[in-house]
């Protein structure tokens, strides 16, 4: 998904090669406010390449994790990205 207005966001599904002819998904990428926060399968998280520990706080944009659930969200642009990590089951919400 892209905000095709603005262009301020982009929430963006990575995947690897096809395992037994399906897809698997490798990452979860939002860019927001100019930079990229990727959201791994396993939780680990990375802002513009580098790896960080949660929960993470840049610009307007947090990324937080409670149990299982990883939660992307940026107040200012009303984006709001939530990804249930063990059942590869992502939802994203805008405002507006």
Known sequence: MRDFINGTF???VNYD???????????LTVISGGQQ???FPDGKV????SR?????KISNTT?????HMIR?????????VTCDLPHDHCSQTMSG
């Open 72 to 80: 992307v969200a940026d107040d200012w642009r009303g984006v709001d």
């Open 17 to 27: 090669r096809a395992v037994r002819g399906q897809p698997v998904k490798k990452s």
């Open 10 to 12: 982009s929430v963006i």
């Open 46 to 49: 990375t802002v513009d390449g």
């Open 37 to 39: 926060l990727e959201v």
């Open 63 to 67: 990324v937080t994790r409670t149990g």
């Open 52 to 56: 960080v520990e949660m929960p993470v």
